[in-house]
């Protein structure tokens, strides 16, 4: 009871602040909390019962949330053309217009605005947005009444971290005990079941099948600010230990909870004792894990697993390239690899990346997303796995198991399947996962016509995940061609290879370190359902080729991308590291 009585009130402080900070945004991430089956007929009730020029905030955000974003844009564009626009409507209107990816009509609904309470603060909404975040905070100063002063106050705090501020630890008489390794995470299972949680938990089993005693910790407030009210202070998964880090009240700005994070995480070493500290990207994940490692005198670790200035920058538009916020990002994470012992990354294009950034590539290990566990043993046939999901055995799937994000091109796909179902009557399309884009994507497949044909199962159980790559005839890695998409590796693809499935990627830089084109799956144009959709029905037309790709790629797999091989090589750089230190 204790514990959950913390939790609440940590969750309420977190909702108050993002109520002052963006409450639009604060009002669909809940709706991405809540379950699907509940939240999609609601807003369809929504939209179904307001009038077809409604600009009403909750009819605008149900559109968002049932992934009518065209619907939502059109309403938008119509209220500009209204007379009678108040200056508090164009005041929400702005906001909505941001949380919909469109600032172009933000700012003119800001240029109606002029007057209207609160307008400040979403000026700063407009220019956080764009990454300009020191005319953001110098909008709000002087701040006018205790909202604003609160909002500048932790945006000054988010411009300061960025800047380079680091938290304060005085050094402390430490002595490690071996081969303890202390993981130091942004999310794990079993709250969240991302590709990063994934892969943090098996490179936590095969160190601890390697002879390392680990424990992982978690970032402050982690997992109550992401909806997980009854959470423990630890959780045990298949034998791994995830600490977590969860105060009452957590400091009011960014950087004092990061000297929050630092001085717990400080008091979690002191009684686990690791000769090394493992940290990954982001930046403010490095800053806490280097002030403990210099307070112990010990080593750290920090592993590259993404490029998130380019992420961000992905649903701006290239002028973001050129913002202070992608400027001062990047700036930071070459200042994390340049002071870390070891930086750890996924492929040989990221590793250019970091050399490029001043790193010695004698510093960098490549430890690449691999396999273990169920997807180690033989695959089953593509029926049998079908019949043990509740699927028809009897049709044809191509599909997916991804984050539904907009860079991973599922759109593209959906296209394709498109082009193809006319001619395949036996042929469906999986796609298992979730993610922001989900409602659109449905919305999509149901504008096509497609909505029996395509088959989307949310999240699934971690336990069924092998089986959902099996169940497939040919697994499709759509990207998008982005920066973020060319340099790093993604998971999915891997697991598809080791189940002995062909994989057809989008022919990027980091894709075809994996899939090896004609010989252990298909390289097509990225974001071109055109030629997606003939690649893939030559496939669908040859089980024979589909056998050989997906025999060629899971032996390419098993030799070269398994955890315990991964752990092998960073038992052997920390050993190394722990010598160069003594």
Do not use: C
């Not at 790629?553 to 098993?558: C, I, K, S």
């Amino acid at each position: 009871m204790k514990q959950l009585l913390t939790n609440l009130s940590l969750a309420a402080g977190t909702a108050r602040e993002h109520l002052t900070d963006d409450p639009a945004l604060l009002m669909l991430q809940i709706s991405r909390r809540l379950p699907s089956r509940l939240v999609q007929p609601l807003a369809v009730l929504v939209r179904r019962s307001a009038a077809a020029v409604s600009v009403a905030v909750p009819v605008l955000l149900a559109g968002l949330i049932g992934g009518e974003e065209q619907d939502v844009v059109r309403r938008l564009e119509n209220a500009l053309t209204r007379g009678d626009l108040s200056a508090e409507k164009a005041r929400s209107m702005a906001d909505v217009a941001l949380v919909a990816n469109r600032p172009d009509l933000a700012d003119s609904f800001l240029a109606r605005a002029t007057g209207a309470r609160h307008f400040r603060a979403v000026q700063v909404r407009r220019f956080w947005y764009s990454g300009e975040m020191t005319s953001a905070v110098g909008i709000l100063e002087p701040a006018d009444g205790g909202a604003e002063r609160r909002q500048v106050k932790r945006l000054a705090a988010d411009l300061r971290i960025l800047e380079g501020w680091r938290p304060e630890l005085a050094p402390v008489h430490f002595e490690p005990a071996p081969r303890r390794v202390l993981h130091v995470l942004t999310n794990s299972l079993p709250h969240t079941a991302s590709g990063y949680a994934q892969r943090s938990h098996s490179i936590l089993l095969a160190q601890q099948e390697a002879g390392w005693k680990t424990l992982a910790v978690t970032r402050v407030g982690y997992p109550v600010q992401v909806g997980k009210l009854t959470a423990r202070n630890r959780d045990v998964v298949d034998g791994v230990t995830y600490q977590r880090l969860l105060p009452s009240r957590l400091a009011a700005t960014m950087d004092g909870r990061l000297q929050q994070q630092a001085e717990a995480l400080l008091a979690v070493a002191l009684e686990f004792r690791p000769s090394v500290l493992h940290t990954t990207t982001h930046h403010v994940n490095a800053i806490v894990t280097r002030a403990v490692a210099e307070a112990l005198g010990i080593p750290w670790v920090y592993e590259v697993r993404g490029q998130l200035a380019d992420t961000w920058a992905a649903t701006r538009g290239p002028d973001a390239r050129d913002s202070e916020r992608y400027r001062l990002f990047q700036a930071r994470e070459a200042d994390a690899m340049l002071s870390a012992d070891l930086v750890v990354t996924l492929g040989q294009g990221m590793k250019d990346n970091i050399v490029s950034a001043g790193v010695a590539a004698e510093k960098i290990l490549v430890a690449p997303n691999a396999v273990g566990g169920e997807f180690l043993a033989e695959p089953l046939p593509a029926a049998d796995a079908r019949a043990q999901l509740g699927l028809d055995p009897e049709s044809q799937y191509v599909g997916t198991v991804s984050s539904l994000v907009a860079y991973e091109g599922i759109d593209d796909l959906i296209s394709a399947f498109e082009v193809l179902a006319p001619q395949h009557l036996r042929l469906k399309l999986l796609i298992v996962g979730d993610g922001v884009a989900l409602p659109g994507l449905k919305e999509q497949a149901r504008a096509a016509g497609l909505a029996g044909r395509v088959v989307f199962t949310g999240r699934v159980p971690r336990s069924k995940a092998h089986l959902y790559h099996q169940a497939l005839d040919v697994f499709v890695v759509p990207r998008k061609d982005l920066p973020v998409t060319r340099d790093v590796t993604p998971l999915k693809p891997v697991e598809a290879m080791a189940s002995a499935r062909p994989v057809l990627a989008s022919d990027l830089p980091a894709l075809a370190e994996i899939v090896v084109d004609g010989h252990s799956g298909v390289l097509v144009t990225p974001e071109d359902p055109q030629d997606l959709a003939a690649k893939l029905g030559q496939l669908l037309l040859s089980a024979d080729l589909r056998q050989l790709l997906g025999d060629a790629g899971r032996e390419a797999v098993l030799e070269n991308r398994t955890w315990v091989a991964n752990a092998t090589g960073m038992s052997a750089a920390y050993t190394k590291l722990m010598e160069s230190v003594h």
